[in-house]
RNA sequence: GUCCCGUUCGUCUAGUCAGGUUUAGGACGCAUGGAUUUCAUCCAUGAAACAGAGGUUCGAAUCCUUUACGGGACGCCA
């Protein structure tokens, strides 16, 4: 087992992103990929914007996706708790060292850091006053994906509230010491705290961890500008979920965005991701989300799943449409969906397109409906083909193609001179899986009931 | 405004660190054609990018400078 330490610390104050849940899949890859140890803090200082709503649709996202924690919470190990709100003897602790340092001081009722170096007052135009700053040593960060960044802090900041509480910088990095981490892996979003933070690290004598910045997640142009907000489309761990989207396709798709292995696969499973996880290979720009490929790649694990699996996961779509119950036939649904799995990318589409299957009251398309009766035979085809049908004992894929033959060539034409038609009278429209094994699938009762509501509806 | 980070097809990216093997590769999407009874499926083909300008070099997507553009941070939020 390697030394190697790494931590996802969110914070609990909604709905977990997309983003986030990459910060989350990274950490764990590289912990994964390197034997190390990957630990799960609550940060959870803000004790006016922290919910337990947040936080219990943090760890439901974590573990849908697949992301187990070596330490945190349920898994408490020697560097616990693993929540910040219960860690405050620590802080003070880490405080007094601070104090003792002479690197403290009060203003307003909140303790501020002080950094080294000669004083001086300026006007900020950001700040819109005069402020006072600090000729400090520029800090280098090492980041694994950028190579060494230089910054310079210049104005001392808040490590503890005047209310008490510790704030988000002082608690990282004290906790980032006590946890003994040894990569900080994070969205760029941080960089320029990193050097905050490594003021920090310096002044409790301790060697700053690695660090790894992630680029951002960028907004669909069409949504506006800059990184993608939780408000935005497709932002929401929760909606994939709720969309019955496979969770391995999720993950599989956020681990690409600003990553790749660097041949043309694009398909992994965890293992090959676990396995061919390197920060060396993570992109330095920005990544933009693009639904369609997200899509596709959901498609992919769709079409690739055992029927039984993908039975399982469409009965939820399918269980949410009202299409079918505890009272469904399982081999029945099996069938049917067998048929689909091919043709539909989505299980949030799958009512609609094999909702004939499982009700009479299904959908009428009408482009497909216009097409069908255009010709204006089409009464006499569903009026030629019943009988056939009817008189047909044998009610299999063969037997019915065997008809349909019959009567094409007693009549001189081709066999799918009905089959448009009938795919309309019994599905309602002119799409769908395989003709013949959808109505063997639907059965000889159920397609002559809807022939004759047809004829009778349209003649 | 200041500082930091970035920039290869519309999008995700390979190639960049170790300059030549590149008519810059793959995927999504898009277009066209085909298979098919049909299709949201499948197959084939196509259009589509090194941000601009200088430089170094026999040779630059790859190295350097610079401009532009994009992103991030600048809270007693995390």
């Known amino acids: 087992m390697s030394n190697v330490r790494v931590r996802f610390a969110p914070s609990p104050t909604g709905s977990t992103h997309i983003g986030t849940a990459r910060t989350a899949l990274f950490n764990w890859l590289y912990a994964r990929r390197t034997g190390g140890v990957f630990v799960l803090r609550i940060e959870d200082t803000d004790k ?63 303790i501020y850091f002080k950094l080294e170096g000669e004083r001086y007052t300026e006007f900020d135009k950001y700040v819109g006053a005069e402020v006072e700053k600090v000729k400090t040593q520029p800090v280098v960060i090492d980041d694994l994906i950028r190579g060494n960044v230089t910054r310079r802090e210049e104005r001392d900041f808040v490590i503890q509230r005047s209310n008490g509480d510790p704030s988000f910088h002082f608690v990282n990095v004290v906790d980032d010491i006590a946890m003994k981490i040894t990569h900080v892996i994070r969205g760029e979003d941080h960089l320029s705290n990193t050097s905050k933070h490594v003021e920090l690290f310096n002044a409790f004598g301790v060697e700053p961890p690695k660090f790894a910045h992630l680029p951002m997640i960028l907004k669909n142009p069409k949504d506006g500008k800059g990184k993608m907000s939780k408000r935005d489309k497709g932002a929401l761990i929760a909606e994939y979920k709720d969309r019955d989207f496979l969770p391995e396709a999720v993950r599989n798709f956020i681990a690409l965005l600003g990553w790749s292995p660097k041949d043309d696969q694009e398909i992994l499973s965890i293992e090959e991701l676990v396995e061919r996880f390197s920060l060396d290979d993570v992109q330095k720009g920005g990544a933009r989300f693009d639904e369609k490929k997200m899509s596709h790649i959901n498609f992919e694990y769709m079409k690739a799943m055992p029927v039984e699996a993908y039975a399982n996961s469409a009965s939820s779509a399918l269980r949410k449409a009202g299409l079918i119950d505890d009272a469904t036939d399982q081999d029945y649904l099996v069938s049917c969906l067998k048929v689909c799995q091919e043709k539909i990318d989505s299980f949030e589409n799958l009512p609609g397109f094999a909702a004939y299957f499982f009700s009479d009251d299904y959908a009428i398309n009408e482009k497909a409906e216009g097409k069908v009766f255009k010709k204006g035979d089409a009464i006499t085809r569903i009026q030629e083909i019943t009988p056939v049908l009817a008189a047909l004992e044998d009610w299999t894929e063969a037997s019915l193609e065997g008809a349909f033959n019959q009567l094409a060539e007693s009549l001189e034409t081709k066999p799918f001179a009905w089959f448009p038609v009938v795919r309309f009278a019994v599905s309602g429209t002119n799409s769908g899986p395989d003709f013949l094994p959808m109505l063997e699938i639907l059965g000889k009762e159920r397609v002559l009931e809807r022939l004759k509501k047809t004829e009778e509806k349209y003649a």
């Open 48 to 110: 006016e914007r922290n919910t337990q709503e947040a936080l219990d649709e943090l760890i439901d996202g974590l573990k849908w996706l697949g992301i187990d924690w070596d330490e945190g919470p349920g898994a408490e190990g020697e560097h616990g708790p693993y929540f910040q709100s219960q860690r405050n003897e620590l802080y003070a602790s880490y405080l007094k060292k601070l104090e003792e340092a002479g690197r403290t001081y009060e203003k307003d009722g909140a």
